[in-house]
């Protein structure tokens, strides 16, 4: 199984709403992130957990709160968003650290709209 | 820095001809490269992921290849069809101390006419 899964499909929400994007992978990876991808542009890292550890912030607002509850889900927690933060957020999984092996697998991804 | 570039930004080609796709990055030391489909406004699909050893990986009809040396990959795709429309990412792993990071491509919007 090499799949990725991630809800909601689509979320609308305000800027003083708090909601919660979650993603889950079955595939025994210790490294997952997450990623904001603007239209007609690549993916742009946030966050990357390793063995459930936050190992990389890529200088995102504190409006973005990642947690890893374990090996096999991520969870985002939005609050006090702003609507340049609407884009297609995708979660990742993949083995952890440095090897040619690693092959990182997305998830069909979250559309959040803030109004 | 590496930087990593796909060339076209778009192509479109009738249906069952076959084409090739361009990835070029700048620097040598790299884990390994991926190719990406991503449909509009879908996840990403990993279609091939070659290793730094590596000189092609196949599947189906898609062949990748990669040449470390001149920093070159391309991705082949034979008899094209109306489904293989969607946009071809690249993205290549540096092997650097932070090496959970991809470094993109813009990608390559491919349209294949019935």
């Known amino acids: 199984d090499t799949e990725v899964t991630q809800t909601p499909k689509h979320l609308v929400m305000g800027m003083t709403n708090k909601k919660s994007l979650k993603c889950e992978q079955h595939?025994?990876?210790?490294?997952m992130y997450w990623y904001k991808q603007k239209a007609k542009k690549p993916p742009e890292l946030m966050f990357v957990?390793?063995?459930?550890?936050?190992?990389i912030n890529e200088s995102v607002p504190s409006r973005f709160s990642p947690e890893c509850p374990n090996s096999s889900l991520l969870n985002l927690h939005l609050h006090a968003l702003q609507p340049e933060d609407s884009a297609l957020y995708l979660c990742a999984s993949s083995q952890p650290g440095g090897s040619s092996y690693n092959e990182q697998f997305f998830g069909p991804g979250t559309r959040l709209t803030v109004l | 820095k590496q930087e990593v570039t796909q060339i076209p930004a778009a192509l479109s080609v009738p249906e069952g001809e076959n084409l090739v796709l361009n990835c070029s990055f700048t620097?040598?030391?790299?884990?390994?490269l991926q190719w990406f489909r991503q449909d509009p406004g879908k996840g990403l699909t990993s279609l091939l992921l070659i290793q730094s050893s590596q000189r092609e990986q196949t599947s189906g009809r898609l062949n990748a290849s990669l040449d470390k040396s001149s920093g070159r990959s391309t991705l082949y795709i034979a008899a094209s069809q109306p489904g293989d429309s969607a946009t071809y990412l690249c993205a290549v792993r540096p092997r650097m101390d932070s090496n959970y990071q991809l470094i993109w491509g813009a990608g390559t919007k491919l349209i294949i006419k019935p």
């Open positions: 620097d040598s030391a790299i884990y390994n």
């Open positions: 957990y390793s063995y459930e550890k936050l190992s």
């Open positions: 595939m025994g990876h210790r490294a």
